[in-house]
């Protein structure tokens, strides 16, 4: 193993340049205009080295491109509920043993907690099985759940549905939290029991032995300029070693997608599902505020055919806040809807509007999430790591709530995997260590029978009723028999293949912001303090640069321009004016995953940017 301090010399050296990248840097939010007046030439859209290999690639002749490296027992990658939940318990594991491991955690926002976002309204036991003292600790859960609300909106109106014992939207005993904080603060519990945490580093490569189990990572070199040639102060990323690694990255994690195809982990399982979920918080009238209600609606503005719905939550935090969103289900059929334009119009509802006139919003975040449930669970181990959390999906859909399942699963992952890391004599078949007693933990867990009971209940909206029949399904086979009826429904397929073409698709004539309730994009994605080195190539890559014009325009009039939250993607004239062009304005990007999910000609691939870049969401 290579001397702590060595590492440590250089993860510090690396953070203050990183620091100097980013500090008094106002975000950036580029638009197709300011683009056309910086640039009479189109450049090629994809730079990245992950499209075009530097190998072939002249202007990297005679670089260095060796790679610092060090190595931990255990690597976890992402600093989420889950990864910090499985770092926590390791070294609570190594204490009550009194046995030395070195738990190492890399987290590609600059802070933990920065790319954190959630509803969110908490169910507490894992929390309160990882730390039965947590009110003492000081964690920031401030707003127990006082009142449920549930309707079903129409246009104009809203029908009010009652909250029943047994429901999965019944909310009694849970908390209405800001994720990022409560992120944080685990955080600080994980550094206080000795979990070495890297923020600002992204993992961008999974490193594999010669026998072809996982090694480790290598976080993102630095110092590439936006057309992909070294610039003077090019820097290589470090590798990080293990006997495993854990890879929480959340959903749709750009390594889980490389692991699937490496070890077929989805052989046996059917495709996830996803939805996009959009939040805002605002500072309303006092008057107006009721600490702890809860609410939640399905209906207008979407069809009875889009899966989707919103909350709106009060918290307790000594100011009037509330939390309010829209989650749409990414297996809509109509090219024409967006999703942001969607919870702009729904913000106007008679019955939501009241809430908000006369406050101001103060954040704007968005990122994607599972929804394929218990038929979507892919493999979880294979030789030399595991996935945990969001990464292969563990949410409940119903109860639209995913931050217990996943803080256990990583908790369940430190349990299987300590005994073999800290074993004097275990016989290994593979030089990355494999720990299949993790997925039967977790089969044996809450989480496999709670996953199992709802398993139903999102693809029994795919009927000729769609909202009202799913509806009606929930309330016969789940309240009733709680998910014992003898057959599992399956999915539609992939979401980015559920698209129509735009010829057989209605435009949708979506309403003016008012710059009171609604607002554009762009000003909204300020709020979300979203910035990227400017002079880095886009981490939004193609794997054609003809395909979007050719098959997506052609065909679904650009989507892609749509169902962004963050306005990255936008077709602009060429400069002769005999055509269309892709712009992508990488430094809006919010990380939210949606356009490598949706995107109906598979062709845009995320991979991660410079460490540190993205949204800095506080307490989102």
Not at 194 to 209: K, M, N, T
């Amino acid at each position: 193993m290579l001397p702590a301090i060595r590492y440590s010399t250089k993860a510090h050296r690396c953070v203050r340049w990183r620091a100097v990248q980013t500090e008094h840097v106002c975000p950036q939010l580029y638009t197709a205009l300011h683009r056309r007046t910086c640039s009479s030439v189109a450049p090629r859209i994809t730079t990245h080295y992950s499209i075009h290999p530097r190998d072939k690639d002249s202007r990297w002749e005679g670089v260095e491109m060796e790679r610092f490296a060090d190595e931990a027992d255990v690597v976890i990658v992402g600093g989420g509920p889950a990864g910090l939940s499985a770092a926590i318990r390791l070294k609570q594991l190594a204490l009550e043993q009194e046995k030395e491991l070195r738990v190492c955690l890399v987290e590609k926002a600059s802070q933990i907690g920065a790319h954190t976002l959630s509803g969110a309204c908490l169910e507490p036991s894992a929390l309160t099985e990882l730390f039965p003292d947590w009110k003492e600790r000081g964690a920031p859960l401030h707003t127990e759940v006082t009142e449920d609300i549930f309707s079903i909106l129409t246009e104009k109106h809203r029908i009010p549905v009652p909250m029943l014992p047994g429901l999965p939207m019944r909310n009694h005993g849970n908390y209405i939290v800001r994720m990022g904080n409560l992120v944080r603060w685990l955080g600080e519990q994980a550094e206080e029991l000795g979990v070495e945490i890297y923020p600002g580093y992204a993992a961008s490569e999974v490193l594999f032995h010669e026998d072809g189990s996982v090694k480790g990572i290598a976080t993102n070199d630095v110092g590439i300029a936006k057309d992909g040639s070294p610039k003077d102060v090019f820097e290589r990323g470090m590798e990080l070693h293990a006997k495993v690694t854990i890879f929480g990255e959340g959903c749709h994690g750009h390594l889980a997608k490389q692991l699937y195809q490496k070890f077929n982990l989805r052989e046996n399982c059917e495709p996830q599902t996803y939805a996009i979920g959009l939040k805002e918080v605002w500072m309303i009238d006092e008057k107006k505020w009721r600490p702890g209600r809860v609410e939640h609606s399905v209906g207008w503005p979407l069809n009875r055919q889009t899966y989707g719905g919103s909350f709106l939550y009060h918290l307790n935090e000594g100011e009037p806040l509330v939390a309010l969103g829209f989650v749409i289900g990414l297996d809509y059929s109509n090219p024409y809807l967006s999703p942001f334009r969607e919870f702009q119009r729904w913000k106007h509802h008679p019955f939501v509007a009241p809430t908000l006139e006369g406050g101001h919003r103060i954040a704007y975040g968005a990122r994607a999430l599972n929804e394929g449930g218990y038929q979507s669970i892919p493999k979880l181990t294979f030789p030399g790591g595991l996935l945990i959390g969001c990464s292969p999906g563990f949410m409940n859909v119903p109860k639209i709530k995913g931050t217990h399942t996943a803080m256990k699963s990583g908790m369940l992952a430190a349990d299987a995997i300590f005994p073999k890391v800290t074993a004097q004599d275990l016989d290994s078949e593979t030089a990355g260590l494999h720990v299949p007693e993790y997925s039967d933990m977790l089969k044996s867990s809450s989480i496999w029978k709670e996953l199992h009971a709802v398993r139903n209940i999102r693809p029994s909206f795919h009927n000729y009723f769609g909202l009202y029949g799913g509806m009606v399904y929930t309330g016969l086979f789940y309240w009733i028999l709680r998910g014992k009826e003898p057959w599992t429904l399956k999915h539609c397929g992939l979401d980015a293949h559920q698209l129509k073409p735009a010829k057989e698709c209605t435009p949708i004539d979506y309403p003016k912001p008012d710059g009171k309730i609604s607002f554009d994009l762009l000003s909204s994605v300020a709020l979300s303090g979203t910035n990227h080195e400017g002079d880095q190539p886009a981490h939004l890559t193609l794997r054609d640069d003809s395909v979007p014009v050719n098959r997506n325009l052609a065909v679904f009039d650009g989507p892609e321009q749509r169902f962004c939250p963050a306005g990255v993607y936008e077709y602009v004239p060429l400069d002769t004016g005999d055509g269309m062009r892709l712009q992508i304005n990488a430094q809006n990007c919010v990380h939210c995953k949606t356009c490598d999910i949706k995107d109906p000609s598979q062709n845009i691939n995320w991979v991660v940017p410079e460490g540190g870049g993205g949204p800095a969401y506080n307490g989102m």
